[in-house]
């Protein structure tokens, strides 16, 4: 893409959680006059707003329907129990969900977590959102089921968390409308999320190389008939006619004949 081919904009959705400061570094490092536009949504919000074309793509939490949106898995995140600082649960590494079985497990409304089953004993109610779980926690009420990015995002000084590994885990994925040809500008999102280096050609079309200027005077010096530029080389005499240079025709020129005998 080149010149007027690339449009002036694209507008990448990402849900709480989800930091995608590291990619938008190098979006424009590689893309600088195409303006990346953020646009936040909650991971309810986010598949509609794709779908809906409010955003070109987004970084979002899985599952989403396939028949609408393609995806691309990026990584799984642990999944933590938060408690305050002085829970008899800080003194482990990890939790299992057996030691939860008498806390009251928070379970908001916005919880992005696939459970089964949840552990331990319900809540009167459900919080709203993690937000309003998170300062459920810190009163003393319950604890919380979060994914590790969703713990630090919403921090506190006097709560801490601890991994719960036989907990379900969330999947954050790269996400766009189907289509037929995946947008230019896609590409090159999936190509930095990736990994691939500028160079890499693979969904977009290659960069045209400029040559350099030892390989125009070598293609110059071609054209010319000098076997790449290089001086002194030898002219194939025209036909029909014998070499000019002294001496015989094997080029042994200032060898003089044999002298007959006398």
Do not use: C
């Amino acid at each position: 893409m080149t010149g007027s081919d690339i449009p002036s904009s694209f507008r990448l959705a990402y849900v709480p959680g989800v930091t995608p400061t590291k990619w938008v570094r190098v979006w424009h490092e590689r893309l600088p006059h195409t303006t990346l536009e953020l646009v936040q949504a909650t991971p309810a919000e986010a598949p509609r707003l794709l779908a809906g074309g409010g955003a070109d793509a987004g970084l979002v939490r899985l599952p989403v329907d396939r028949s609408v949106l393609s995806a691309i898995p990026l990584y799984t995140e642990t999944t933590v129990v938060v408690i305050p600082k002085d829970h008899v649960a800080t003194a482990a590494d990890e939790v299992s969900l057996a030691e939860l079985s008498d806390e009251i497990v928070l379970h908001p409304l916005d919880d992005v977590l696939d459970w089964e089953t949840l552990p331990g004993r319900p809540a009167v109610e459900r919080p709203a959102t993690t937000a309003d779980a998170i300062e459920l926690v810190a009163a003393g009420v319950g604890v919380l089921l979060v994914p590790q990015s969703l713990a630090r995002l919403h921090h506190r000084k006097d709560l801490t968390y601890r991994p719960v590994p036989e907990s379900p885990e969330s999947r954050v994925a790269l996400s766009w409308p189907e289509a037929e040809e995946t947008p230019d500008l896609v590409e090159e999102f999936i190509g930095i999320v990736r990994g691939r280096t500028v160079n890499s050609t693979r969904g977009r079309a290659a960069t045209p190389q400029r040559p350099t200027a030892k390989a125009k005077e070598k293609a110059k010096g071609k054209r010319a008939g000098t076997g790449g530029g290089s001086g002194g080389a030898r002219h194939k005499p025209a036909a029909g006619r014998k070499p000019t240079s002294g001496g015989r025709a094997g080029g042994q020129s200032g060898k003089r004949g044999k002298p007959r005998g006398r």
